[in-house]
Each structure stands twice: as C-alpha cells, then as structure tokens.
C-alpha cells in the first residue's frame, strides 16, 4: 500500500476556492490532503486546515517559492496555519532554524526536497547518485522527517529508478511529488517504495479513472493506491525504516 495526498493545486499553485474543492471531497476517504505556499492567503489555508483536521485528516503543505526568502516565510507560516507536514524547500538547514525557534508545540513533519530543484513550476536536475547524495545527507540532519522528491519532474531520469535510489539512501519515508497522473505510475511508485505520492493538477484536469468528478478520481486513485504488491508504514512508523 502506497498513502494518496491529494493536493489542492495546480500549476504548482493552490487553486481558487479550496474550501469549496475541499467540500466537494469530504467522505471520500481520504487521510491526507495538502496545498502550496502560492496560491491563496494564509488564512484560507488556516480554513481548510481546520476542516480537514475536524474530519480527521493529516493537512501538508508544500513549499515551492523560488527564492530562500520567500521560502523561510512560508517555513514560518507552517506553524499558524496548523499543518501536520511540511514538505518540498532547498534550504533545510536555515527551515529547521526557523522551526525550532517556533517550536513552542508539536511542529510538523519536515520533508525537504533533495537535489537540485529549479523554476517554477519546480524541476528536479542532477544524476540520480546526486541526487542520492543529497537525500542520504538531508535525513541525516537532525528534525528533518523525510524527503518530498520530484521523481516525475525530472527531465530525463527514470522515475522508478529515482525513486528506488532515494528510497535506499534516504533515512526516512520518501513523498513523490509532481506530475503523477497514471495509476501505472502509482504502481511504479509503490514498487520502487516511496511512502507517499501527491496528485493534484492532473485531477483538476480530469485525467485519472472516474473522471469527470473530481471526487470520483479521489476515489479511484485511493482505490489503486491501497491495492499494490507491499505495505507501506504509516506515518508513526514511517520514520523507522531503515
């Protein structure tokens, strides 16, 4: 089993009105749901945040800001909008600054990006043993989690490849992020053994089973991601793997 987070963006962008998509989703089963740090105010995040955790569910939210300064502002932000998940940034070192300054309670689960990320919307570059690299060194940094990986927006690796390779460095459970769109990819996640995987334009724009409803996609991706080869951890024990 592979964990769905079904992101409420598109174009590396939260989209208009998450409240309302976020209704439209509701008893469908979900257990995680994220958005961007671009997008929408803080205090609509703060909204959706509220309602997805009144209805259970874990809230990420996913830094991609192309500049250090507007990243370290949306690693602030994490803590007012109540998020259990922090992931994506290239700067982990000066974020697990500003999250144990704020530390005054539970902080969330930080999952940097490893690699070279660039653009916007963001794109992974280096060879896969970089990458690698990069992953062994940022889970080895005290507070941090796990990795956010771009495993799909890389412009020439395989994707699986990627992903098993960071799975085996990396000390910590593994989210592929970006540009999944096809359960075949799903399953190639899940074999390579990446903890999570994100979706959110690829829903928006109709292109998963169940179409055209949004809800009926979520449905039918969380059906495809609990029906693969292995089971996964759970976020309480995903950090236990070696």
Do not use: N
């Not at 105010?41 to 830094?63: M, S």
């Not at 690829?202 to 449905?219: D, H, K, Y």
Request: hydrophobic residues 40%; negative net charge; charged residues 20%.
């Amino acid at each position: 089993m592979i964990e769905f987070v079904f992101m409420l963006t598109h174009h590396d962008r939260t989209v208009d009105d998450p409240i309302a998509v976020y209704e439209q989703i509701r008893g469908c089963g979900l257990r995680y749901i994220g958005f961007k740090d671009i997008g929408v105010p803080v205090a609509e995040l703060k909204e959706v945040c509220a309602r997805a955790h009144g209805d259970g569910l874990e809230v990420l939210l996913e830094v991609v800001s192309t500049t250090r300064e507007e990243e370290l502002r949306s690693v602030a932000a994490a803590a007012e909008i109540g998020v259990d998940w922090l992931l994506g940034g290239t700067h982990p070192e000066d974020g697990l600054e500003i999250l144990d300054a704020g530390a005054d309670g539970e902080r969330p689960r930080y999952c940097p990006f490893p690699g070279t990320v660039v653009g916007h919307p963001s794109i992974l570059q280096g060879e896969i043993d970089e990458i690698a690299d990069s992953a062994r060194r940022i889970t080895a940094l005290d507070g941090v989690y796990g990795l956010d990986l771009l495993a799909y927006r890389h412009q020439s690796a395989d994707a699986a490849e990627l992903t098993r390779a960071v799975v085996q460095a990396a000390s910590g459970p593994v989210i592929a992020a970006g540009s999944v769109a096809s359960t075949a990819q799903i399953s190639a996640l899940d074999r390579a053994g990446a903890w999570g995987f994100t979706i959110g334009g690829a829903i928006f724009e109709g292109r998963l089973p169940g179409g055209p409803s949004i809800a009926g996609q979520v449905t039918e991706v969380l059906r495809a991601s609990s029906g693969g080869p292995g089971t996964v951890p759970r976020a309480d024990t995903a950090a236990e793997q070696p």
